[in-house]
C-alpha cells in the first residue's frame, strides 16, 4: 500500500496492520466486547453509580420544580455499550476521514 489514504473499512484494517502493528481480527471485536461488558459492570457496581442512582428521583424532582419538564423518562438510566464495528467505524473517521495529515 502506498502512503495513499485508505479509502474504505478494508483499506483501514489493511493499513492498522501494516502501518501500526494492529491486526484486526475476530478475536479483536471479542476482547473489545469483553473489556467494555467488564467496564461496565464495574462502573455499575461503583460507589459513585451507586449514589446517582439512589438520589436519581430527587434529582428529578429539583429539576422538574426549577424548569417544569422532568430530567429523566425512567427512574434509572441504562448504560450501553458501543458496539465494536461503530468504534472501528469511528476510528476510521478520526484517524482518515477527519485527518487533514
Same mark, same amino acid.
Given at each position: =500500500?502506498?502512503? *495513499?489514504? #485508505?479509502?474504505?473499512? /478494508?483499506? +483501514?484494517?489493511? %493499513? ?8 484486526? /481480527?475476530?478475536?479483536t471485536e471479542a476482547y473489545y466486547n469483553t473489556v467494555a461488558s467488564q467496564v461496565? $459492570? ?6 459513585? %453509580?451507586?449514589?446517582? &442512582? ?8 429539583? +429539576?422538574?420544580?426549577? &424548569?417544569?419538564? $422532568?430530567?429523566?423518562?425512567? /427512574? *434509572? ?5 458501543? #458496539? +465494536?464495528? $461503530?468504534?472501528? =467505524?469511528?476510528? +476510521? ?6 485527518? *487533514?495529515?
Amino acid at each position: =500500500m502506498t502512503n *495513499k489514504k #485508505p479509502e474504505n473499512i /478494508t483499506e +483501514y484494517s489493511r %493499513w492498522l496492520k501494516d502501518k501500526q502493528g494492529v491486526l484486526i /481480527t475476530n478475536r479483536t471485536e471479542a476482547y473489545y466486547n469483553t473489556v467494555a461488558s467488564q467496564v461496565k $459492570s464495574d462502573f455499575e457496581g461503583s460507589d459513585f %453509580w451507586n449514589c446517582f &442512582t439512589q438520589n436519581l428521583k430527587e434529582y428529578n424532582d429539583e +429539576y422538574l420544580l426549577q &424548569t417544569r419538564y $422532568s430530567l429523566l423518562r425512567d /427512574t *434509572k438510566p441504562l448504560l450501553l455499550i458501543k #458496539p +465494536y464495528v $461503530s468504534t472501528l =467505524m469511528k476510528t +476510521y473517521r478520526k484517524n482518515v476521514v477527519d485527518n *487533514k495529515n
